[in-house]
């Protein structure tokens, strides 16, 4: 079975509605690992349009399991996180308009920049994990740079309006995950994932882990946290 992680990003996007102190991710944290979530992922944006600097430094005292700190390719991000020390950072693309993050790392585009980055976070006994499209040359690539993992995004799978499109995608992530563990990478996967979906992803026995926060997140509204992460590694199971 693969682990299972939970983004508690949207917990602190309803908090930073209200500008309050509540609901805090570090209490959503802590209820699903008490659910039995194998670890813990918040992106800290540039704009902290959500998760705080406050709630990185205190997650990373009170995480029981595995933290994932996703975060963009900066000089800023890359001295925050040798300050907090994950366990594991997730590099993903960011722009400021959009809602989430879209679309997967150009990896090759960015190649220089990010192997100076991941030199440095391997400096600080940090494993990375690159978040990119379900692209051989991506995944070629992420090897080339030394990455510990890659998470591939599933946004394009999840989005699928037909049986045959969500096929093809489908198809097309088996074809990945396949690839990057040939290349001695672990395969993480995230993006759109949900309750329904899962009962195909589980089926690519090369994903080690799924990043999920939205679908759970929502669900967790209307029936409490522990539930939601219980239901969802049911399904897995």
Known sequence: MARLAINVDHVATVRQARQASEPDPVAAAMLAELAGAHGIVVHLREDRRHIQDRDVAVLR????????????????????????????VTLVPEKRQELTTEGGLDVVHFESSLKKIIETLHGSAIAVSLFIEPDAKFIKAAQKLDADYVELHTGAFAEAK???SRQEQFERLVTAAKLAQKLALGVHAGHGVDYRNILWLKNIMEIEEY??????????????????????????S
Not at 65 to 77: C, D, G, P, Q, S
Request: positive net charge; without cysteine.
């Open 162 to 164: 037909s049986f045959g």
């Open 61 to 88: 005292k009170t995480i029981k399991t595995k933290m994932n700190l996703e975060m963009a390719a900066t000089k800023e991000m890359v001295k925050i996180a040798q300050k907090v020390r994950p366990d594991v």
């Open 211 to 236: 990043s999920i926060g939205h679908s759970i997140i929502a669900r967790a509204v209307l029936t409490g946290m522990e539930r939601a992460v219980r239901e969802m590694l049911q399904l897995m």
